[in-house]
């Protein structure tokens, strides 16, 4: 029976057929955080079970630490610190492989599981995260779970699912100027709906991602789960066994036997999904959000929808209470929009390549004056390789701070927020109410139209900048 | 909980799409190492009035916060209840107010396993269904009871509607026997550690 890349990997991973109940699925990795992390371990310290195969457990700080210069455990983060000590303390009782604040391996989970050749073709991991889905870029089955579906795995190595039901997302043709993953994402979820991927796992093919290189395709496949799929993944090529080999815990073994196992992962040509959307590359254009929800996007040049253009009522309820928050109106547009902040950062964008493309825009110019500019690379190496780029002097010299890794002002973390009604244009991946803080009127962009904006002070298309 | 009988609840109507666990519970309000305690911060966007960014003082309009529902047990929202965040605590918060049934268009995934891992009810109505209890509820608060018959996999309304609703059987029979899940799988360890031998020598590459 011909079968899909997620199939095939699901099937061999498959411990016991559920029939009409949930599969039991063998875990490969689990990677744990300070915030949902430290719950677990904690959780399962108290019941007495130990963690089975603790080899195969990774754990970082990310979520609850600052990404102030010189940084300790203390944050701004009310009670912060006991998350940062008991994950240190569970980690080291469980004996779990953790990279620490100081660690020059540090960074977000979902970066660094890659960085260090942790999830591998053809592999499934968890972490109490949502945006687990990113690893999917790697040909993995990046499987996000809440705290007591990742203490199961903890005690079990296991899962239990049904399996989701799978889709194809095919992007095909070649990318419009200032034209990111990220608009990708934000023009396929816009189309779609935010739970347009709702029970599927979503599998992106096409030219388009064919051509991508394996860190763009870790955008795409991170905002799986804005679009409520079960996970995103892109069948391995030869970019992705090259980007694993000679990582700390890549297999060191018969790697032309692994990339020759990897290569047969790929979906059967006559493999049937559930569901088929396609996309003409060209139909997409750098984009930003306006609403409350990732599906509430437009094109920069496009204007926000009328609510008598909206046919359900209780949308239209929504849509004013949307607006007021975000002190919009109707029909506007958002080109030109004045911003307080912008914020490079986050799973979603903080790799080398995010980075180097915003560097390019902020190569001699200054952010407009009075706007708060942060960026957050998102690992300990990002952060050393665009240093030996001198990437960290064009951030700075252009009036951004440079920051140490973790999740930041995506959502909070350390404590740290915008104020209520400054206006924020983000490379993060969810504009959900008081995301940024209380009252904060987050708009989601690309990295590079948040350069350009920055430097411009209000909402540009990046192809401004480089026109200029 | 027990759910071998009836279940009766005021019902709180909260007719949003897509509340996602940040508007359940924010970042900022997830400040312990513990499951209680943690309804202070349930909808702390909506619940409380911030001036800047400190709290001051609980808003009033907020469902929650008046008196008639101000002892809710069910929830009735929209579409993608529950998306975003892997965050249990969203659940412990609900759990934490009282809450024991969500009823909604759809859930996020996370946030419905989560539910069912911690014995709180989900139930999937249509969205004329949940405009209907809506309606009913609004025309007078009167009607906010509402009963679940898990066993039954009904809804019935204050005037007697009945809704019946389907529920993964997995997940039904935990909840009627408050089954542990860990404890559960851990019943079929030999197979999992038979499988792992023979896993270790096909994919040898995956094996740390």
Redesign the interface.
Request: charged letters at 20%; aromatic letters at 10%; glycine letters at 14%.
């Given at each position: 029976m011909p079968l899909t890349l997620f199939e095939k990997i699901w099937n061999?991973h498959r411990?016991?057929e559920?029939k009409?109940?949930?599969d039991?699925i063998?875990i490969?990795r689990i990677f744990l955080h300070e915030?949902?992390g430290?719950?677990a371990l904690?959780s399962l310290k108290e019941?007495d079970?130990s963690v089975k195969n603790p080899?195969?457990v990774f754990a970082t700080m990310d979520h609850i630490i600052d990404t102030f210069p010189g940084r300790g455990d203390e944050t701004l983060?009310?009670?912060g610190k006991?998350?940062i000590t008991?994950m240190r303390y569970l980690a080291k009782e469980f004996n779990i492989t953790l990279f620490d604040i100081d660690d020059p391996r540090h960074g977000i989970s979902h970066l660094i599981s890659a960085e260090q050749g942790i999830t591998?073709p053809?592999?499934i991991v968890t972490c109490?995260?949502?945006h687990t889905c990113t690893l999917g870029a790697l040909g993995a089955i990046g499987w996000?779970?809440?705290?007591?579906?990742c203490?199961?795995a903890l005690?079990?190595?296991?899962l239990?699912g049904?399996k989701p039901k799978q889709m194809k997302v095919t992007f095909n043709g070649k990318l419009n100027e200032g034209v990111n993953p990220k608009d990708m994402m934000l023009h396929l979820i816009e189309k779609y709906s935010?739970?347009g991927g709702?029970?599927y796992a979503i599998e992106f093919s096409g030219d388009t991602i064919h051509m991508m290189p394996i860190e763009n395709r870790f955008t795409l496949c991170n905002m799986a789960?804005e679009f409520?799929a079960?996970t995103g993944i892109i069948a391995p090529d030869q970019k992705v066994f090259k980007y694993l080999k000679d990582r700390p815990?890549s297999?060191t073994?018969?790697w032309s036997e692994?990339i020759k196992?990897w290569k047969c992962l790929a979906s059967d040509d006559d493999a049937v999904f559930d569901k088929y959307i396609e996309i003409n590359a060209s139909d997409i254009y750098p984009s930003v959000t306006w609403g409350?929800?990732p599906?509430e996007s437009i094109p920069i040049n496009g204007k926000i929808p009328r609510a008598n253009n909206l046919t359900n009522h209780?949308?239209n309820k929504?849509m004013a209470s949307t607006l007021e928050y975000m002190g919009l109106k109707n029909g506007q547009s958002l080109m030109g929009l004045p911003i307080d902040a912008a914020f490079i950062g986050s799973c979603t964008n903080a790799r080398l390549t995010d980075l180097r493309s915003a560097a390019k825009i902020l190569k001699n110019n200054k952010i407009s004056p009075n706007i708060k500019a942060i960026c957050t690379p998102g690992s300990a190496d990002v952060k050393k390789q665009a240093e030996q780029e001198g990437i960290d002097k064009i951030f700075e010299d252009a009036g951004f701070q440079w920051r140490e890794p973790g999740c930041s002002l995506c959502?909070?973390?350390g404590?740290e927020?915008f104020?209520?009604q400054q206006r924020v244009i983000t490379s993060t991946n969810?504009n959900?109410?008081?995301?940024q803080?209380?009252?904060v009127r987050s708009h989601l962009a690309s990295p590079v139209t948040v350069a350009a904006s920055a430097i411009a002070g209000k909402i540009v298309p990046p192809q401004t900048i480089t026109k200029q | 909980m027990n759910w071998s009988s009836a279940f009766i609840g005021v019902t709180a109507p909260l007719l949003i799409d897509n509340i996602d666990t940040d508007q359940i519970i924010p970042s900022r309000e997830m400040k312990t190492i513990s499951k209680k305690g943690l309804k202070k911060g349930l909808f702390a966007n909506w619940q409380y009035v911030y001036a800047k960014r400190k709290k001051i003082g609980l808003n009033k309009d907020f469902i929650l916060n008046k008196k008639e529902f101000s002892h809710s047990s069910i929830l009735l929202s929209g579409k993608n209840f529950g998306c975003g965040s892997s965050r249990e605590h969203a659940v412990w918060a609900l759990i934490d107010f009282g809450i024991k049934v969500v009823i909604a268009e759809s859930f996020g995934r996370i946030f419905k396993n989560n539910c069912a891992r911690n014995g709180l009810l989900t139930i999937e109505l249509t969205r004329m269904q949940i405009e209907y209890i809506n309606k009913l509820i609004k025309k007078s608060t009167n009607n906010n009871l509402i009963e679940i018959h898990l066993r039954r996999k009904m809804v019935i309304t204050s005037d007697n509607k009945k809704f019946a609703f389907n529920i993964d059987p997995f997940v039904m029979g935990i909840l009627l026997k408050g089954q542990d899940f860990i404890e559960n799988t851990l019943l079929k360890e030999k197979v999992i550690d038979s499988f792992l031998k023979k896993d270790k020598i096909k994919r040898s590459w995956a094996h740390l």
């Open positions: 061999s411990i016991i559920g009409n109940q949930p039991l063998y490969d915030r949902t430290s719950f904690k019941r079970l080899k195969h983060m009310p009670g006991k998350f008991t591998l053809g592999s109490p995260d949502s996000g779970v809440g705290s007591s579906d203490e199961h005690a079990t190595t296991t239990s049904i935010a739970s709702s029970g789960v409520s079960f815990y297999p073994n018969n692994n196992h409350l929800s599906e209780e949308k929504d959502f909070y973390a404590g927020g104020l209520p969810r959900f109410r008081g995301r803080g209380n009252g | -």
